[in-house]
């Protein structure tokens, strides 16, 4: 059911969201793959795939209440936009939209039928199913997850933030080693430059059984238990899903420089990431439990025990 | 020096305490283990290897929560009458199971009502099912997965448990509504993201084509849901959001289609949009209900009384259900409402007519409760039974496979999108 639910932090065990927001004036839709808190304006983004849009609530809405803001419109290129992110230093939105293989640019404040101020896009760029965004401006980089045709591409693209048209990614996070096949939301902690990844599962997402109308013509399910096959993965088979951690500076087939994963977890399909520094927590959104899980990791959030794993001192259990 | 040597033993201290004293959230313990139960591990995963040696160098780890949301009860979604068997199917959307009661189910307790079967677990292939829909000649229950899993299945009536469907059949993505026409030997499958209404044979399954598809930018179908195949009147009627943009495939399987020309989203007004049945392609609907009088507000699921000319609608939005004249056109106001507190119409999915018995169910997705009121009844009224999933007190968490977070300073909130 498309809503937004909003917990109180302490929330535990089998509760009721403090406030809702739902209905036909809110705007929304199913897919909302990706929402951002913008704390400094008080204000949070809602991507809408089903009309093409983008939403802007002021950050208590509940009940009924419609947006304060919508981009949408033939100016905009937005197509079924799936996920956001706000820059609240530089006042930009940026907006993942697979069904345009772009990442679009938005001010923060824009409203209506407005064209974005940049667009990446094109085969330099290699963005294909952008399935996520993140915005680092302390080190003025944008980050695009996405599913790529290959394992090469089925990963994390850096960009520089102010990057426009069809350039290509400054850096490349895939491969098999980052066990990184299926995930979707993402999140960067700038005060130490590390990017939190929800990945749903360690094996490559096959190919559904139609594409638009049309019955995909080389869709079998014993073909696509074939295709899972090719994405060989090294990681414990005891679980599918895991937060990752990279650096803002990796590159290349790293894997992660920390997860949170395993049966004690109780991650299983975890497809969206927040995070609570001021609290030192984790939180996972988990569509194998149908709920969340907080995580208590006061240590991802200090440069020091980034530096001491760095050098091989291990502080987990 | 000193400060690291501090650092690090705060560190081993911290993680001891976080790896061995955070164990206290049963519920959630419960909730994953029914996850885990139906969405065991394929066969494919115990062909991997075991935990690479690399790992040791990677901080974090198995760390348990401290703390977790997670319902334990089923959530009703769509829902089906078979007053010929005396039976009711309701969907869960959050345990991927298909509860089957008995239509005279229900009442005033507190207690959970019994189910007389729940088909739940890996075998049966339920992901986040939605629409449901059963055929009291063939002794089946059909229900659709709305995501995780494109496919319809079908279970006999006898099917209980684990149960492997007798027979599934692939269809899009973000399917949601379903109903079949007996006479016609059909089913109509609603795609949100198609905006679309499929038609296959009833016993069509595995990768089969649909027999034909209203499809196109003057169905005036816009994120459709509840759909009806009304065969006394020759009719198909689909309730709508109003949500519309094109559809250019976006997975990565798909190359990128430059040559359709962009035509921008839009938000309508809620409808609801009946069509021949027998259409085919792009096709005009012959009536839209839609405008402010309709009241219409993320109109679900609907049914359709052939007998006395009504179409009955779960109007999830204002936690209403409404009630038009079947050959209603246009902004027309509904000639019944079920509204208001006494009601306790809480985010309603399904609805369903049963004029064998005089009664109208209400399948809640807002609380753990389907409601069985008379027919005719309007206003704010109390249902005359109440079929519960769940204690009367239970909470209701509301989640349908979220996929993003936003975490609120100010207020201290955790946002979670559905």
């Avoid at chain 1, 917990?7 to 209905?23: D, H, Q, S, W, Y």
């Avoid at chain 2, 088909?119 to 995780?148: C, K, L, Q, R, W």
């Avoid at chain 2, 006395?308 to 259900?321: C, F, L, P, R, T």
Wanted: net charge negative; with cysteine; proline share 7%.
């Amino acid at each position: 059911m498309p809503r937004v639910s909003a917990f109180a932090r302490l929330a535990n065990g089998a509760v009721a969201p403090k406030r809702i927001l739902e209905g036909q004036a809110t705007h929304l839709s199913r897919t909302m793959h990706g929402m951002d808190f913008d704390v400094p304006h008080d204000e949070f983004f809602i991507p809408v795939a089903l009309s093409g849009a983008v939403l802007t609530f002021p950050g208590g809405a509940g009940g009924s209440e419609p947006p304060k803001r919508v981009i949408q419109g033939s100016k905009t290129g937005l197509v079924r936009p799936q996920t956001i992110a706000v820059d609240p230093v530089h006042d930009e939105l940026f907006v993942g939209d697979p069904s345009a293989r772009a990442v679009y640019v938005f001010h923060r404040t824009d409203n209506g039928n407005v064209a974005p101020i940049r667009v990446l896009q094109g085969t330099k760029s290699k963005l294909v199913e952008v399935t996520s965004v993140a915005v680092d401006p302390v080190h003025d980089l944008l980050i695009a997850g996405q599913r790529g045709p290959t394992p090469q591409t089925t990963g994390l693209l850096i960009f520089k933030r102010t990057d426009n048209g069809d350039v290509a990614p400054r850096a490349i996070i895939a491969g098999p080693k980052t066990r990184m096949y299926h995930f979707r939301q993402v999140v960067v902690d700038p005060k130490v430059g590390k990017i939190y990844v929800a990945v749903q599962d360690i094996w490559y997402k096959p190919a559904a059984p139609y594409a638009s109308s049309n019955v995909r013509s080389d869709f079998a399910a014993e073909k696509n238990e074939e295709a899972l096959k090719w994405t060989t993965s090294p990681f414990d088979p005891s679980t599918k899903g895991f937060i990752g951690v990279w650096d803002i500076h990796d590159d290349g087939d790293v894997p992660p420089r920390a997860v949170i994963r395993g049966p004690e977890s109780r991650l299983l399909e975890p497809g969206g990431v927040a995070l609570d520094p001021g609290h030192g927590e984790v939180i996972a959104v988990d569509g194998g439990v149908n709920g969340y899980q907080v995580y208590l990791v006061p240590q991802f959030f200090q440069s020091e025990f980034w530096s001491l794993l760095a050098h091989g001192l291990r502080l987990q259990p | 020096m000193l400060r690291k040597i501090l650092f690090v033993a705060a560190a081993l201290v911290l993680s001891y305490f976080v790896g061995s004293r955070f164990d206290f959230v049963p519920i959630l313990k419960t909730a994953t283990a029914l996850a885990q139960g139906q969405r065991s591990l394929s066969s494919r995963d115990s062909k991997s290897g075991s935990r690479p040696a690399a790992d040791a160098s990677i901080g974090g780890g198995d760390i348990a929560p401290i703390r977790a949301v997670a319902d334990p009860y089923p959530v009703f979604d769509g829902i089906a009458l078979d007053p010929a068997n005396n039976l009711v199917a309701i969907s869960d959307e959050n345990h991927h199971s298909l509860l089957v009661y008995d239509r005279a189910s229900g009442g005033k307790s507190d207690a959970v009502t019994e189910p007389r079967r729940r088909i739940m677990g890996a075998a049966t292939e339920m992901g986040f099912v939605a629409g449901v829909t059963m055929d009291p000649e063939h002794h089946e229950v059909y229900t659709v997965n709305n995501d995780s899993g494109d496919q319809v299945t079908v279970y006999s009536y006898q099917s209980d448990g684990n149960a492997v469907p007798a027979r599934r059949l692939f269809v899009p993505h973000q399917s949601w509504g379903l109903s079949l026409a007996l006479g016609r030997g059909e089913l109509a499958v609603t795609t949100q993201e198609l905006n679309a209404v499929e038609i296959y044979s009833r016993t069509a399954k595995d990768l089969t084509k649909p027999s034909r598809q209203i499809v196109g930018m003057d169905t005036g179908l816009e994120d459709p849901h509840g759909v009806v195949m009304d065969e006394r009147h020759n009719e198909i009627v689909v309730s709508n959001h109003g949500n519309w943009t094109q559809f250019r495939p976006y997975t990565n399987y798909d190359p990128l289609n430059l040559d359709q020309k962009y035509v921008p989203g839009r938000f309508d007004p809620a409808s609801i949009t009946v069509y021949p049945i027998t259409a085919n392609g792009n096709v005009k609907p012959e009536r839209t209900i839609q405008g402010a009088h309709t009241a219409l507000n993320w109109a679900m699921g609907i049914d359709v009384d052939a007998q006395h000319d009504e179409i009955a609608v779960a109007n999830y939005g204002d936690d209403s259900v409404l009630v038009f004249k079947r050959d209603d056109n246009g902004d027309a106001a509904p000639i019944r409402r079920i509204y208001g507190p006494n009601t306790h119409i809480v985010g309603p999915v399904g609805v369903a007519v049963d004029t064998k018995n005089n009664e109208l169910w209400v399948a809640n997705y807002g609380d753990h409760t389907a409601l069985v009121f008379s027919r005719t009844d309007s206003g704010n009224v109390a249902p005359k039974r109440i079929v519960r999933n769940a204690p009367a007190e239970a909470a209701t968490c509301g989640f349908t496979n979220a996929s993003a977070a936003a975490y609120d300073p100010k207020r201290g909130e955790i946002l979670v999108p559905n």
